[in-house]
């Protein structure tokens, strides 16, 4: 049964960096895209950053305006983890973060990490 776990979530001032992490078990995702969404308090789950392969070797990011440029995604296939860095955060990015994993018609989601940005 595929789990995934999220890690990293933390209280932190705004300007400051976090990096979660997505530990993978009974899924191999090697072909598979990965992406990161979150949550913020009353609002729905949006889109954070993705990778897609594309072939063996390369691979596609993409971001969401709102963090491009200061949230890196990152795979490690071989180990099975996804990750997510961010640097200067926002009190707006405060939000409960969730990876996925999507291979053929199923998504398989995490049950999240609270990232809280404030002073």
């Known amino acids: 049964q595929a789990q995934l776990v999220e890690s990293g979530g933390d209280l932190v001032q705004p300007g400051g960096s976090l990096r979660l992490s997505c530990a993978a078990s009974?899924?191999?995702?090697?072909?598979?895209?990965v992406a990161w969404y979150r949550r913020a308090p009353g609002k729905q789950r949006d889109f954070v950053a993705s990778?897609?392969?594309?072939?063996?070797?390369?691979?596609?990011?993409s971001y969401a305006d709102s963090v491009k440029g200061r949230f890196t995604i990152s795979r490690d296939d071989a180990r099975n983890t996804i990750g997510l860095q961010m640097n200067s955060l926002k009190p707006e990015d405060t939000a409960v973060y969730y990876c996925?994993?999507?291979?053929?018609?199923?998504?398989?989601w995490g049950q999240g990490t609270q990232v809280t940005v404030s002073s």
């Open positions: 990778i897609t392969p594309l072939g063996d070797i390369n691979y596609k990011e």
């Open positions: 009974g899924i191999i995702f090697r072909f598979n895209p």
């Open positions: 996925k994993v999507s291979r053929g018609d199923n998504d398989y």
